[in-house]
């Protein structure tokens, strides 16, 4: 089946220390989206690539970055997690910008 | 500034009725709009979508209803069942624009027996 895949689903970092998550798909969608999603709110756009072409939002912190070496691959990589930074996040792709996107299961970032 | 809101934190409703939830914006340059289910510890799943240019689109026991003048969209579920469940969220777009999805912050519908 072509899925959105997100690795690892539960991450736990210490505050400071730099961690990198992993989405990968199968979809050979142009699009790729990282978002964060705390509990109870609405997912919060990080970022998107639209093939190789990054789109970085405006209210993102300098401490997310992303990368996508390939069609299939995207990571998301904090520098320097904080406290705040504890969340769900996902990553979805679409053939498209503006139409359905489809998720990953998440990936859920705990700091200490 | 909230474009996509969900006035109804929670939902309850008995297996077989129909569950109404409910979505307003504001912004009159959307012109697409998406329903999406989420159970807990798993992404958020596409359900059903409208174009601007329809008022209804209906997919098995799931409609959505588009009413452009009153910035307003609901999603039908009938007969509600068990695995209905979940967090709901309504999302916009607008496609020939900014292209992103402009997420409402879920509606909690849960299905007695």
């Known amino acids: 089946d072509a899925m959105v895949i997100q690795n690892p689903r539960y991450q736990v970092t210490q505050f400071g220390k730099p961690v990198t998550l992993s989405c990968s798909q199968t979809?050979?969608?142009?699009?790729m989206y990282w978002y964060q999603q705390k509990s109870s709110q609405a997912p919060k756009l990080l970022f998107h690539y639209y093939d190789k072409d990054f789109n970085n939002e405006a209210d993102t912190p300098d401490n997310f970055q992303s990368r996508r070496p390939n069609t299939s691959f995207c990571f998301l990589d904090i520098r320097s997690p904080g406290l705040g930074d504890a969340a769900m996040y996902l990553c979805?792709?679409?053939?498209?910008?503006?139409?359905?996107?489809?998720f990953g299961p998440g990936t859920r970032l705990t700091v200490t | 500034d909230q474009q996509v809101k969900q006035n109804s934190p929670s939902l309850s409703v008995q297996e077989g009725r129909i569950s109404i939830l409910n979505c307003d914006y504001t912004?009159?340059?959307?012109?697409?709009f998406l329903w999406y289910k989420k159970y807990p510890a798993e992404g958020p799943t596409f359900l059903i979508s409208i174009s601007s240019i329809k008022d209804k689109n209906e997919d098995g026991r799931f409609t959505v209803f588009l009413n452009k003048s009153a910035k307003h969209l609901s999603l039908h579920i009938v007969p509600s069942q068990p695995g209905d469940s979940a967090v709901y969220f309504c999302a916009a777009s607008d496609i020939r624009g900014a292209q992103k999805l402009v997420f409402g912050q879920g509606t909690r519908l849960t299905i007695n027996p």
């Open positions: 979809l050979n969608h142009n699009v």
């Open positions: 979805a792709t679409s053939p498209d910008r503006g139409y359905e996107q489809y």
């Open positions: 912004n009159s340059m959307f012109d697409y």
